[in-house]
C-alpha cells in the first residue's frame, strides 16, 4: 500500500458515531436470529455442558465424565446454568457470541483506520466481519460460539504486531483452547518464534511467547482439574469422535468421496497434507512479518485447515474469513476473493442448515443432494479457495527480507508515533 504521510491526518476517532450505528445494527441482525429456532443438536450439547459444570463445578466437571471440548466456554456456562432455567439458559447461549463478535469489529475498525489513517477503512474492515452472512449465519441463527474463538485469535496477531509478544502467546493459547480450529493465531506465532531464535532479542521474545502462553494455558486448565496429558487425552477423543472424510467441508475431499465415508486410510494423507499447507504458509514469514504479511499467513493457514485434512467440519473456514476481512480491506485485489469465498462459505453453512436433522430453515426437510451436485459445490468452493490462496501468496513476491523487527517494537524504542511506523508497515 502507499499513500500521504499519515501523519497529515487527523487520527481516527476512537469510536466514531459511524462505528456505533454499525455496531448496533450488527448487534440487531444477530438478536434477530434468535427467531430462528436454533440448531438444536449444538444448543442442547452446550446446555447438557452448562448443566454439568453447575452441578459438578470446574474441578469437578471432567472429574465426572464431562466431555466438553471448549474447556474456557465452560467458564461462562457455569454461572449462566447456576441462575437461569432451561429456556432462558437456551436463550443466553445463543446469545454468547454476540459481544465477542461485536468486540471484534470494533478491533478490526481500530486495526485497518490506523494503518490506513482513514476511518472509512476502519469501517469498511469492521463491516465485512460485522455483517457478513456467513459470520451472521453462524451466531444466534445456528447457535454457535465461533466469534469466541476468533476474537482473541485476531487480538494475539494485532498484539504480537504491536510488540505485545507475552499477551499475544496467551491469548493465542485461548483462542486454540476455544476451539482447535482458531489455532492459527498459535500456528503463527510458532513461525515467528522459528525465526526469532537466531537473536538475542528474538531469543527473549521467544521466552516471553512462551511465558504468556504457558501461563494462559495452566490458569484455564488447572481450574478445571486439566493437564497437558489429560487435555490431549481430551482432544484425541474428540477427533477418534468423527472418523470421516469431510463433515460437511466442501473441499476436495467432499468432492471426490462425498460426505459421511470413513477415512481410515486417507486420515494420513489429509494430516501430512495439512502439515505440509501450515509449513508452507509460515515459510512466508521469511519475507514479511509486517501487519500484511502476518494477516496473509493466518489466512493461508486457515484455507489449509479446511481444504486439506479428512476430518473438517461445516466451520472451519470461519477463521480464515475473519483473517481475510481486514486484509482485502488493506490490500483492494482480495476483496473480489474475500466476497466470493464469504458468499460460497454463507451457501454451505445453509446447505448444511437444509439438509440436517436439526432442520432450522422453514418448510421440511431437504432430501440429500445427488453425489454430482455435492462434488460440484466442492469444486467450485475449492476453486475460490484456490483462487484466494493464489492471491495472498502474491503479497509475498518479489519481496526478499522480511522486517527484522516488529514494527511496533522499533516504533516503541526509537519513540515514533505509532500511526506513522503502522502505515509504513503495510506499505
Same mark, same amino acid.
Given at each position: 500500500?502507499?499513500?500521504?504521510?499519515?501523519?497529515?491526518?487527523?487520527?481516527?476517532?476512537?469510536?466514531?458515531?459511524?462505528?456505533?450505528?454499525?455496531?448496533?445494527?450488527?448487534?440487531?441482525?444477530?438478536?434477530?436470529?434468535?427467531?430462528?429456532?436454533?440448531?438444536?443438536?449444538?444448543?442442547?450439547?452446550?446446555?447438557?455442558?452448562?448443566?454439568?459444570?453447575?452441578?459438578?463445578?470446574?474441578?469437578?466437571?471432567?472429574?465426572?465424565?464431562?466431555?466438553?471440548?471448549?474447556?474456557?466456554?465452560?467458564?461462562?456456562?457455569?454461572?449462566?446454568?447456576?441462575?437461569?432455567?432451561?429456556?432462558?439458559?437456551?436463550?443466553?447461549?445463543?446469545?454468547?457470541?454476540?459481544?465477542?463478535?461485536?468486540?471484534? %469489529?470494533? &478491533?478490526?475498525?481500530? @486495526?485497518?483506520?490506523? =494503518?490506513?489513517? *482513514?476511518? $472509512?477503512? /476502519? !469501517?469498511? #474492515? +469492521?463491516?465485512?466481519?460485522?455483517?457478513?452472512?456467513?459470520?451472521?449465519?453462524?451466531?444466534?441463527?445456528?447457535?454457535?460460539?465461533?466469534?469466541? %474463538?476468533? &476474537?482473541?485469535?485476531? @487480538?494475539?496477531?494485532? =498484539?504480537?504486531? *504491536?510488540? $505485545?509478544? /507475552? !499477551?499475544? #502467546? +496467551?491469548?493465542?493459547?485461548?483462542?486454540?483452547?476455544?476451539?482447535?480450529?482458531?489455532?492459527?493465531?498459535?500456528?503463527?506465532?510458532?513461525?515467528?518464534?522459528?525465526?526469532?531464535?537466531?537473536?538475542?532479542?528474538?531469543?527473549?521474545?521467544?521466552?516471553?511467547?512462551? !511465558?504468556?502462553?504457558?501461563?494462559?494455558?495452566?490458569?484455564?486448565?488447572?481450574?478445571?482439574?486439566?493437564?497437558?496429558?489429560?487435555?490431549?487425552?481430551?482432544?484425541?477423543?474428540?477427533?477418534?469422535?468423527?472418523?470421516?472424510?469431510?463433515?460437511?467441508?466442501?473441499?476436495?475431499?467432499?468432492?471426490?468421496?462425498?460426505?459421511?465415508?470413513?477415512?481410515?486410510?486417507?486420515?494420513?494423507?489429509?494430516?501430512?497434507?495439512?502439515?505440509?499447507?501450515?509449513?508452507?504458509?509460515?515459510?512466508?514469514?521469511?519475507?514479511?512479518?509486517?501487519?500484511?504479511?502476518?494477516?496473509?499467513?493466518?489466512?493461508?493457514?486457515?484455507?489449509?485447515?479446511?481444504?486439506?485434512?479428512?476430518?473438517?467440519?461445516?466451520?472451519?473456514?470461519?477463521?480464515?474469513?475473519?483473517?481475510?476481512?481486514?486484509?482485502?480491506?488493506?490490500?483492494?485485489?482480495?476483496?473480489?476473493?474475500?466476497?466470493?469465498?464469504?458468499?460460497?462459505?454463507?451457501?454451505?453453512?445453509?446447505?448444511?442448515?437444509?439438509?440436517?436433522?436439526?432442520?432450522?430453515?422453514?418448510?421440511?426437510?431437504?432430501?440429500?443432494?445427488?453425489?454430482?451436485?455435492?462434488?460440484?459445490?466442492?469444486?467450485?468452493?475449492?476453486?475460490?479457495?484456490?483462487?484466494?490462496?493464489?492471491?495472498?501468496?502474491?503479497?509475498?513476491?518479489?519481496?526478499?527480507?522480511?522486517?527484522?523487527?516488529?514494527?511496533?517494537?522499533?516504533?516503541?524504542?526509537?519513540?515514533?508515533?505509532?500511526?506513522?511506523?503502522?502505515?509504513?508497515?503495510?506499505?
Amino acid at each position: 500500500m502507499t499513500g500521504p504521510d499519515p501523519t497529515d491526518r487527523a487520527a481516527p476517532s476512537r469510536l466514531p458515531t459511524s462505528l456505533i450505528v454499525l455496531l448496533v445494527v450488527s448487534a440487531l441482525a444477530r438478536l434477530a436470529g434468535l427467531f430462528s429456532p436454533g440448531h438444536t443438536g449444538d444448543i442442547t450439547a452446550f446446555v447438557q455442558w452448562a448443566l454439568g459444570v453447575a452441578r459438578w463445578g470446574l474441578g469437578g466437571y471432567y472429574a465426572h465424565g464431562g466431555d466438553s471440548n471448549y474447556p474456557p466456554m465452560l467458564y461462562l456456562l457455569w454461572p449462566l446454568a447456576a441462575s437461569l432455567d432451561i429456556s432462558s439458559l437456551q436463550l443466553a447461549i445463543r446469545t454468547l457470541s454476540v459481544p465477542f463478535d461485536l468486540a471484534l %469489529g470494533w &478491533l478490526l475498525y481500530e @486495526v485497518v483506520a490506523r =494503518a490506513t489513517g *482513514r476511518e $472509512r477503512d /476502519g !469501517l469498511l #474492515g +469492521a463491516a465485512f466481519y460485522l455483517l457478513n452472512p456467513a459470520v451472521l449465519i453462524v451466531g444466534p441463527i445456528w447457535g454457535q460460539v465461533d466469534g469466541m %474463538g476468533a &476474537l482473541p485469535m485476531v @487480538v494475539a496477531i494485532v =498484539a504480537v504486531n *504491536r510488540g $505485545r509478544v /507475552g !499477551l499475544a #502467546g +496467551a491469548l493465542a493459547v485461548v483462542a486454540g483452547l476455544v476451539k482447535p480450529q482458531f489455532g492459527i493465531a498459535a500456528f503463527t506465532l510458532a513461525g515467528l518464534a522459528f525465526f526469532w531464535w537466531r537473536t538475542p532479542e528474538g531469543q527473549r521474545r521467544m521466552a516471553i511467547l512462551a !511465558l504468556g502462553a504457558i501461563a494462559a494455558f495452566l490458569i484455564v486448565l488447572v481450574p478445571l482439574g486439566e493437564g497437558p496429558l489429560s487435555y490431549l487425552q481430551l482432544m484425541g477423543d474428540t477427533f477418534r469422535r468423527y472418523p470421516y472424510i469431510s463433515q460437511f467441508g466442501f473441499n476436495p475431499w467432499g468432492m471426490v468421496f462425498g460426505f459421511g465415508d470413513r477415512d481410515g486410510q486417507w486420515v494420513l494423507l489429509g494430516t501430512a497434507l495439512g502439515t505440509a499447507g501450515i509449513a508452507g504458509s509460515l515459510w512466508l514469514l521469511r519475507r514479511r512479518r509486517d501487519l500484511v504479511g502476518l494477516l496473509g499467513v493466518c489466512v493461508l493457514i486457515g484455507l489449509a485447515i479446511y481444504f486439506l485434512p479428512t476430518r473438517v467440519h461445516e466451520r472451519y473456514l470461519f477463521g480464515a474469513i475473519a483473517f481475510l476481512a481486514p486484509l482485502a480491506v488493506l490490500e483492494p485485489r482480495l476483496r473480489w476473493p474475500f466476497v466470493a469465498l464469504s458468499l460460497a462459505f454463507f451457501g454451505t453453512l445453509v446447505y448444511v442448515l437444509a439438509t440436517s436433522p436439526y432442520r432450522i430453515l422453514p418448510g421440511g426437510k431437504l432430501q440429500e443432494f445427488p453425489g454430482w451436485a455435492i462434488s460440484a459445490m466442492c469444486l467450485v468452493v475449492t476453486a475460490i479457495g484456490a483462487w484466494t490462496a493464489w492471491q495472498v501468496v502474491a503479497l509475498f513476491r518479489g519481496r526478499t527480507s522480511a522486517e527484522p523487527e516488529l514494527p511496533e517494537a522499533r516504533a516503541v524504542a526509537a519513540g515514533v508515533g505509532w500511526r506513522r511506523q503502522a502505515w509504513r508497515g503495510s506499505r
